[in-house]
């Protein structure tokens, strides 16, 4: 993404790609628009879980109550709010741990199970190079978001 931004717009292009497009273009609107819900649809799909495993908590006579559930919807986000503004690394946290956890979980274990349950790591052929150079390509990945994380936060911290 990156590269296709710095072509179309060169040595001018933004921090975020959405920052470079017209205003007055009906598809630039689209496309801000669709970059500003995604991540509230993904922290919607991210919190659910939590929220399931605090109600999981409260006793019987409130597990099915509906201002019980609101209420503890509720103050999941008031409480993630908070720390959000309480830290003031904590973009640059959520990077780092980002950088690590993501690419472990979506990459790197998906692809290392894949070869030990399916065998095929035994015989070398074009799908073990395939999962192979996907493993290496992550594990760089992983080691250059981990290390610019990192980077991040102690510029961040001897600025203050």
């Known amino acids: 993404m990156a590269i296709i931004g710095y072509l179309m717009f060169g040595s001018k292009v933004e921090s975020q790609v959405t920052l470079n497009l017209p205003l007055n273009k ?9 970059t500003l819900v995604n991540p ?3 922290f919607a799909l991210i919190a659910i879980p939590i929220t399931n ?3 999981n908590l409260l006793p019987r006579t409130y597990k099915n109550n509906r201002i019980a559930n609101i209420f503890m919807s509720t103050f999941l986000v008031i409480s993630i709010v908070i720390v959000t503004l309480a830290l003031p690394f904590f973009g640059s946290l959520m990077s780092l741990v980002g950088a690590f956890l993501t690419i472990t979980a979506s990459i790197l274990l998906p692809c290392t199970c894949y070869l ?3 065998g095929s790591y035994r015989k070398i052929g074009f799908e073990t190079i395939a999962i192979v150079t996907i493993i290496l390509v992550a594990i760089v990945m992983g080691i250059s978001g981990t290390y610019t994380s990192i980077v991040e936060l102690v510029q961040k911290s001897s600025n203050n």
């Open 40 to 42: 509230m649809c993904k």
């Open 53 to 55: 495993a605090l109600k």
């Open 26 to 34: 009906i598809s630039s609107k689209i496309a801000i628009y669709t």
């Open 116 to 118: 030990k349950i399916s």
